[in-house]
């Protein structure tokens, strides 16, 4: 005699049915058990290295529930113009590892829990897709590679983040790339999108500049392309991609906490992770400060999960 | 003896003042006194076939809102840029009747209520212009057009609303096009604009081009331009136009239900719907899916006026 | 033969369905067919003469669309605790008459508009049922009555409105029982519910006493109740009613121009309203200050339309 | 050899970190696994049977996110007035269920799943605890119990609910209490807070009365206090609790469908849901009409998850 | 020969015009230059000890913009409960000497920096009067006083904030009373208003009551008033008062990181000050956790605002 | 023996930290001390001139508070895409001169306010640079210019603003060029960036041509360029500069009154600036009609702070 089953046969989920998780895939927040998922999402909600408006520690659960309306099963998801199915389970299997935890008032010690944490899951074997947080993670993301191969960072924003320090404070959301800068393991940086006065100062922009950080300023960008933009790198390269959501510009990202006029429309944004995916090895992402209070029509949170999909799309199809 | 004349003489009547009616023209819920308009705006305020946010039964009432902005008199609309004057009384006569009635928690009645509303319309020969309320009405109210000459419809969407059904409904927010492409008297169906994964699945992708949807899909369009994208219709031909404000990117209408990053600037979607206009002969059209809880700055509802304005405009200058 | 009805018969008309007028009751802005109606709504759409928050100009459509949660047919409303039916149209017949039109960068050519309009709809024989417009329009509205038998005013409100002028203005938000109070057909004034520091200054508070305003401040309304606080008028007193919705706590209406803390609430307002309906002759009414940009939820406009139902009910009940 | 432990030891899971679960509780969507919780929290978000505003369907996902803040451990929760800890492990185990599914545009195929859900977890003996959606699944959620034994039915709410149908629709949110009180299993039902106009119509009124509903309108209850609002029910009683939240006022509950004045305060709210859990026995529980787009400061979702927490604290405390 | 006087004679300057210092008072931010005032209001934009929302870093510019509407002159505030004219000249000299400065990403010492930014206002003879930020900001703020006579702490709060450390985290804003218990010179702590489940741990609480914290739970607080809640304290002694937004109901005080339903109303609140004032001599003060993108009516910090001004007027009066 | 300085070294003073001033700018409202700037930024918070939405009397304030978050010390600012460092006290000395007094409910007054105000500052040989207010205000600004060499406006708009009058009213926000055009001292009107229908009757239209107004409409500018779009002047042409902030797109500037779609990019808007600034002589310049209660992000605020610091920039470096 069977027992009966008490789930739902059949069951549509719609967007705004059930328990959240990133695009509705598998929760999987004890990471003893990550093994054998090629990509985790990891959420890191620390906004205390911001130096204007906060909020982005709500970023993490904002993209999650986003991401919802771009949920998907088992038969991946359909693009009409290139007539392809990308996302299905043969291509990749990706789990929602929950968040790194926050050590509140203690900006350094929630960074070094973000470490910990992305050593976890590549120990695992899956390639990290992390969400801020503010972008003071990144320096804390990108030292968990340290014993991996080097890494070339491709960071996408209108800031240069390359401040050494203010203060005496060397871990605000300014500087993860000045703090990368100086990992044994990162071979270089690409900055595309910076823009405007006070992107950066003369000092950082000299310190910059004799690092070697390869530079493509938003009009440059937009005048060349995808494909010029990155020419400078090898195919094949791995990357590691960091995306600060105020690279784009403030008409479709307005919850964010250092907004920068002028900056990326989604295809452009979208041109740019595509061309990423087909030429070089990603290794791991972050999307960072999306900020929900600022966000009242949830749009912003909207082109993250968007672009994250995309971008996973992209990278894992025929991979 | 003369009786004193208790109206104001000379009112501004200022966007600010008065009862609403959509652009500030005759208010007609009288549907039997239509006759003698040529343009009869009507509210669909269905929303209970969405799959994601709702809201969209205020669409009505918000986009009325907005268009007393555009509110003009008698002596129509100047547009310097070609000298003309559009909207006088001599090229068109619009009348506001009001909404369709909404049978709660049954959108199947709802919707055959469209159908009977938009019948009264042309019943009384005018053009209905319609406003939603979700894009499930579309299947209503073309359905409303069966003892008339043949139809084309153009349909502008970031999707193709092309699904058979899901779990057993067919009259979903996403099958518009489906259901209008079973009618005897729509000849084919023209879509503008859907963009990105997940606007349509294969199999309903397939289904849209064995019955010949012909397709233009945004980067496309952006490309071409308007008259190549309708270089496929005869000139006359007769249309019904669908214009979903998800087509339009959701810098311009986050108030909506389902966004789609990426989509029509305005000048895109005024050009497309004048090139309509001066082509085709225009038997109906609707505006779907703004959605005014999600709507902060009320730029949405402006967005879908103006361009309801912009296109009776086109339509009815030298009509 | 008979012509086909194109009407839709046995509507539900649900809240968000047509066009709005109060209540859901005819509009009527030809002031000349106003004839036979006991009471006619009026918007004074005037902000232009406040002292700090403006948007009061959106005031009356604001709280018409409010109204139509409220609307309803000939059998009126049932109130369960007194078993009883108000608004019938035996009780009452309501008709919205829209808005007095407003000169736009001119208050006081404004507000004489809207001494006229008052004037049509008393010329008319019906009741003024005012909706602001920021509170200067009381001075314009009262001052509609000089040909009729004088009048009491009830004034409720967090502040004195009593400031005689201010560089030169007397025509300010903050003056209209000032001015109330010079008018020779006004025989006093009852003002209920002003509080807290800086509700009027030691001048204007003097100038009060002087002409012998009835005042009742916040706290002893509460301890001592409605029916106290009006003891000190003759029932049957001709009275015009002014409620500026800062009278009530900010919990309940935020959404208005000169916010005072510690406010009446729905249940003091609705008590002292029923006192006046039962024991006086009601005149005239206005509800002024309510700002909907400031009023994210709607709630003040909810209650004002609330408690202008309550006070109709209460006033028509019997009468 | 020990293999590395990936998971961080000693987390604070601060509100905003993690994915979300009611209160932080263990997540259970697979409802076969459900056995041994005492309590299994179940979304219902269907908002399709609303009658004015909509978006409960996003309700239950708010609650969640809210509860966050009051996420508690297998310590349970101190309360220091009483000195007394409750939800501790010993006390209760609460697993989160998950939601029922919706299919969209069909409401009555949606309350069959709700009904066939809460049956889930009746049969894994857990006591549903269900986050609604609008209020016409009760009408659901109570059929479930028709192979149990007979329910009580506490209806806390600013309405009757007992519309018996309009334009043929007897399954609108205004009608669980009527389509309960038809059924077998319902042995009755105590309706507490409704209040004013229109609450109910004449006709309902005396249908309530007719099938013995008991009724405290809201001011009685403010009167006379939570005990004597319920002392016509024997101790012991089975009884189902639907807890409506337009009940409460809306300076607390802004973000709901059908805003009514004049509500109930937090502490009237816990005392009432205080005296139930100590006099009867509580089988199963709903939490209907939280509509997060009119909640801008999330008010209305922690009052929701707040109440829901002290209610489940009072159940089980000592059970 | 006269030089023309370039200043606008006999000015409004209405609430909304000028640069914003608090209540329109003298700004002076040097502080070699505060000699000679009475109350230096400063600003402590610390928001990165907060365990839930943040945000709080624009408390002290929102309050300062709300109390704007209540600036004044050097006539003062009339009061015509009393016929009282408070914050005039003679009474007060109020000055906004700016904000304590900020190390992002270092709550430690940014809240060294407020210790300092205290004593500067100490030491030239001024009653600090301090805007947070989250209340992490009082053990900093406290923590000047040490070279004062002893003070007890008059602490309003839904919580106890007596956390010892959690994680190792010792300055969070949990914990601002047990730190000053901690310090020699703060002879005692009230708490007043404190609710609710979750308001402290068993273990904080114990510790609380070792200490010998006078507790006034918020029920017993409204039942016995204020005078009875203060009647421990003799008269004259030396008061610091920390004010906690969120000891207020959210009703009123939505913009607020940690809400706790049932709240203080404004009365309660003002009589506690005024009953304070009248009894105690207040060196200090402080009013924390008010976080503007929560307050979407700006209610919140006008509540701030009134307060703190009632506040200010009850203590300087007579003075 | 020295004193001890109470000030904080080595301030960060980070966006949100201090009283605010237009970019961090040195505050001076004693016009008396202006001499020695070579900027003075003066608000003008007139918004009773508008036609539709209000709010922009709010717009000073909120401009500043978003220049907040550009502030900058003596060192200036640098710009990395032309190596070049901006705005150094040695370019440019920039004051915040407060703000023009504004007497309420006198929209006439205000504006005589407005030409003193704006006198003062060229008296005191500064550059006004205006933040409005509605766009009433230029024609007083501009006014101010009269015993000035004569000066073209550039005039930067959606609309031409050129009405003469209507109902009488000639000083509305849609008249300031027509009121300029009739100055002795106004040599020459150029409109860029007008657009769609409505932004101009047939009658102003003609009297525009008729005065000789150089018009650029919006399409057409974006097609040639700034270059071209102001070949028609000079070289070293005096000129003030006025910018209407709905010249923009609603995409970044939702937060006005009279909104219209499809207006310039920030690049586009900054490019035309730079021409200016680069190739005329600038004595003046506003940015009017940016309302925060319509830009809930703050995107129109941070717009106008950002185009005003690049204006700015442009103009003063190696001036």
Redesign the interface.
Known sequence: MT??????A????????????FAGQA?C????Q?DGADVAIL?V?I??????R??T??GP?AI??ASM??S?GTDG?????D?T??LSAEDVRIV?A????????????SLA?AT??VR?LL??GTMPFILGGDH?ITMATVAAYSDEQPIHIIHIDAH?DFIDE????S???GSPMRRSSEMAHVSGITTLA?????????KD?QAAKAYGTH?V?L?RLRDQGATASLAHLPSGQRVYVSIDIDAF????A??TA??S??GL???EG?DILREIAQRFHVVGADFVEVSP???????TS??AA?LA??FL?AIYHGG
Chains 1, 2, 3, 4, 5, 6 share one sequence.
């Open positions: 027992i009966k089953d008490r789930n739902m059949d069951r549509m989920d719609l967007p705004f049915v059930g328990l959240v998780s929760a927040e004890d990471w003893n990550l959420g909600p906004d205390t290295a911001s130096s204007y906060v909020g520690r709500f659960r999650r529930e309306f771009h998907f998801v359909f693009d009409f113009e007539e199915t990308y929602d929950g968040d790194s935890d926050v050590i509140y008032a203690d900006t350094k010690r829990n910990t944490a976890a120990d695992a003071s240069f203010r203060n005496g404070i871990w605000g959301h910076p823009r405007n006065m006070a992107s950066v100062s003369r922009y530079v300023p009009r510009d403030p008409s479709i307005p919850g250092t907004i006029h002028g429309s989604y295809y979208k209070p600022y966000d009242p029509s949830g749009v909207l082109l968007r999909l995309d799309g």
